[in-house]
């Protein structure tokens, strides 16, 4: 056989890592703008399409798919040409995949601010575009399959089995969350709905972490760490243990994000007793990241790429340890819903992702660029406002966390909650919002001089666009090789069937029995459908991006009841299409706000918050006084919800209208009645039908099957 | 903390099965590691280093 001559494309690496930068840096601005509108209301703007509901899933999905994404595509390109020998399957369908993607990443941010949102937290965007998502990602995999088998290396390294779990678990998890029905262009309901919603968002949104933040990020370790220690990494061995552990106990893992809430207990503890047990695999990768650099430590001290390494990996021990004690009851009574969760992401992005980019990125733009680069010394900088940027990021939140997770649970001897009101345990925290932002800014600052640092490189040098290479071509197999993991590295298609099967497995024991077993999620007869100007209004809510701060999730415990009311039982959800539960409270809860205030209270709130609540940092929505309400988009909406199960009587669809009305006139003339002069067509009319409505059919009549 | 995962009414044996699984599929894994060769395991983690062209030989000598 003859020795084959060929060329790795560089060219669809260098632009991916060109817009890592520039999406990096992009997705970080929104953040600092997200992170100093919670503490200056001003830097909203008063517009809504800059309005913090609306900025805070640019930033996230900015950073996960448009920073992180692009960053792991370019990771992939690299090292997966070189461990297989091979080029990429297809110039052209690289290239579809990169345009692809990035048309995605600049619809999504259109959309999203115009506030095109179906509100599952990181897949907020609406149908077109997860249709979209999922061609694109289809391109990649028949891209990365393709160059498996012309590949020129028999067996598979592990970094490819943490790329192909990555492509398998992801495209599950994206379609099973975006399964929805279309209303019209823009807008769509869930087929989930209430308690079974969150099941599966809460199932996504966690498993993304682990397959879109972590898996990859894994595979990237063990390709580019060995690189830049000219070592191999510690153990081959423990990276298999590793891989099949990882992959499937994570899945599991999802409900520790719905601790305490109406799900029901046995799936809580199912997620907490999986969650304790991803200590070990988390931490066998961190560990065998670690000791690849025994006895190259020397290199650390003078390579800043290599202290990038060890701080993302420090980060992602601390953040995958911090995740299971979060996830522990008794902890997360206190922790969730606080500023923790946000600062245990943080260290995760920040640290473990960003770092990890940034360690890649010193290193692979010089090479395909054939020179070296441009300055160590601004690398080095980078490195120490990065380290500050996430303690400065981090120990405010922690702090803040606990002194709020505190305040809200206080109190007096005589029996009364030391704080009642919500807004004093906010403004208590708002110095550490500010030294968060400076956290947030000294990042920034550290990412925009490395993009000046690499341009300044990628000047110097020049592209080697087609990097030549030469490699024998792969005989058949004749012998039956006798290691069973060893026959099972080298085909890939039975590779990727059984990581599917592993992720399958926890997914199907965690949900089924919620849809499937009905005495899961026990009904209430007193509960009934939205009326036609509630959804209306449920659909402004969506909007504007409102669970990104409130929640509707009352948890029983004494010191949220004797705040909320009574707390939030399963059967109360049935007709949430989609689920409204929200993850952090930045405001109080609002699941029992339903008849608590006059329609006018709610009318003054909007208009300006400070006028009812003095201090608030919540912004004003002026806009809903003032912009018409859609009522023509009302009878499609209930049709869809009636084929999704909702029970509305057969034809209601054609009365809603005019049901609409009825009721928005009612709620003018009591605004009238106090003073305020609007009419019937305005959103805010739509908005204060639904808060009024919020958790009072229990009221009506509790009587729980 | 024990009493979160016995005490369910009935409803531990989701519990009690999937950590049994678990364990099944955790055995397998150990099994096939225990049955693989070192010479094999050296020879893959040396795969990212071998080396692939002339500039990325001249590079790792800098570093």
């Given at each position: 056989m003859q020795i084959e001559k060929f060329s790795y494309d560089n060219k669809i690496v260098r632009n991916f890592g060109i817009a890592t930068l520039v999406w990096g840096?992009?997705?970080?601005?929104?953040?600092?703008l997200a992170a100093i509108q919670l503490f200056w209301p001003f830097m909203n703007f008063e517009t809504q399409y800059t309005t913090?509901?609306?900025?805070?899933?640019?930033?996230?999905?900015?950073v996960i798919f448009a920073f992180v994404g692009n960053a792991i595509f370019m990771s992939v390109y690299y090292s997966m040409q070189r461990l297989l020998k091979a080029r990429m399957y297809s110039d052209f369908l690289s290239k579809v995949h990169f345009w692809g993607w990035q048309s995605i990443i600049v619809a999504s941010i259109i959309t999203l601010a115009m506030g095109f949102t179906s509100s599952h937290e990181y897949a907020e965007m609406e149908w077109p575009i997860d249709i979209a998502v999922v061609v694109v990602w289809v391109i990649f995999g028949i891209n990365m399959f393709g160059t498996i088998i012309k590949r020129r290396e028999r067996h598979m390294y592990v970094a490819i089995w943490f790329y192909i779990a990555t492509f398998v678990t992801v495209a599950v998890l994206y379609i099973v969350n975006s399964v929805q029905l279309p209303v019209s262009g823009w807008k769509s309901y869930y087929i989930y709905a209430g308690v079974q919603d969150a099941l599966v968002q809460w199932w996504y949104g966690h498993n993304a972490v682990?397959?879109?933040?972590?898996?990859?990020?894994?595979?990237?370790?063990?390709?580019?760490?060995?690189?830049?220690?000219?070592?191999?990494i510690y153990s081959y061995k423990l990276s298999i243990l590793h891989f099949w552990s990882l992959i499937f106990i994570y899945i599991w893992a999802g409900p520790h994000h719905l601790l305490y809430t109406a799900l029901p207990e046995w799936v809580q503890n199912l997620g907490v007793v999986f969650s304790i047990m991803l200590i070990a695999p988390s931490w066998g990768g961190m560990i065998n990241g670690l000791l690849t650099l025994r006895g190259a430590w020397d290199k650390v001290r003078s390579e800043p790429m290599l202290k990038f390494m060890v701080v993302a990996l420090t980060c992602y021990g601390m953040a995958t340890f911090e995740g299971p004690m979060l996830s522990l009851k008794q902890v997360n009574a206190i922790a969730h819903f606080t500023d923790w969760i946000v600062a245990h992401v943080h260290v995760g992005a920040l640290g473990w992702n960003g770092f990890m980019v940034f360690g890649i990125l010193y290193w692979l733009i010089p090479?395909?660029?054939?020179?070296?680069?441009?300055?160590?010394?601004?690398?080095?900088?980078?490195?120490?406002?990065?380290?500050l940027g996430i303690l400065f990021y981090a120990i405010p939140l922690y702090w803040a966390a606990v002194v709020?997770?505190?305040?809200?649970?206080?109190?007096?001897?005589?029996?009364?909650?030391?704080?009642?009101?919500?807004?004093?345990?906010?403004?208590?925290i708002l110095p550490m919002y500010m030294m968060r932002a400076v956290g947030g800014a000294l990042y920034l600052s550290g990412v925009i001089m490395m993009a000046f640092n690499l341009v300044k490189t990628m000047k110097q040098g020049q592209l080697v666009a087609n990097e030549y290479a030469e490699a024998m071509p792969l005989e058949p197999t004749i012998v039956k090789e006798k290691g069973v993991h060893r026959r099972l590295e080298r085909k890939p298609v039975l590779f990727m069937v059984l990581a599917l099967i592993a992720i399958l497995i926890g997914g199907m024991v965690e949900m089924m029995p919620t849809f499937m077993i009905s005495s899961n999620v026990p009904t209430i007869a007193s509960v009934k459908p939205y009326t036609p100007l509630e959804i209306q209004g449920r659909d402004i809510y969506i909007r504007e991006g409102c669970m990104g701060c409130h929640t509707q999730m009352i948890r029983p415990f004494r010191s949220e009841t004797a705040r909320y009311g009574e707390y939030s039982k399963a059967g109360e959800y049935v007709y949430d299409y989609t689920y409204l539960w929200g993850s952090k409270r930045t405001g109080p809860d609002l699941h029992r706000i339903g008849q608590k205030y006059p329609n006018k209270w709610h009318y003054d709130h909007m208009l300006d918050p400070t006028i009812t609540s003095p201090g608030s940092i919540m912004p004003a929505y002026p806009w809903l006084l003032t912009q018409d309400l859609d009522y023509a988009s009302t009878p499609g909406k209930i049709r869809a919800l009636t084929i999704l199960g909702v029970p509305y009587t057969t034809d209601y669809a054609d009365k809603s209208i005019e049901d609409a009305r009825r009721q928005a006139e009612l709620i003018v003339k009591d605004l009238e009645a106090n003073q305020v002069k609007t009419d019937s067509d305005k959103e805010i009319i739509a908005l204060i039908a639904y808060l009024q409505r919020l958790g009072t059919d229990i009221k009506v009549n509790a009587d729980t099957k | 903390?024990?009493?979160?995962?016995?005490?369910?009414?009935?409803?531990?044996?989701?519990?009690?099965?999937?950590?049994?699984?678990?364990?099944?599929?955790?055995?397998?894994?150990?099994?096939?590691?225990?049955?693989?060769?070192?010479?094999?395991?050296?020879?893959m983690s040396q795969m990212p280093l071998e080396e692939d062209s002339e500039i990325n030989k001249i590079d790792t000598e800098n570093l």
């Open positions: 840096i992009t997705g970080m601005t929104v953040g600092l913090f509901g609306r900025i805070r899933p640019i930033h996230t999905n900015g682990a397959f879109f933040l972590t898996t990859p990020f894994l595979g990237m370790m063990y390709y580019f760490l060995p690189k830049m220690a000219n070592r191999p090479r395909i660029y054939n020179t070296t680069l441009y300055s160590k010394k601004l690398s080095s900088i980078h490195f120490w406002l990065g380290t709020q997770g505190l305040m809200w649970k206080e109190f007096t001897p005589e029996g009364t909650l030391k704080y009642g009101n919500f807004l004093t345990t906010v403004l208590q | 903390m024990f009493k979160q995962i016995t005490n369910l009414n009935g409803d531990e044996r989701y519990l009690i099965f999937s950590l049994l699984m678990f364990l099944a599929f955790f055995i397998i894994v150990a099994i096939m590691l225990f049955r693989m060769k070192k010479d094999y395991a050296e020879q």
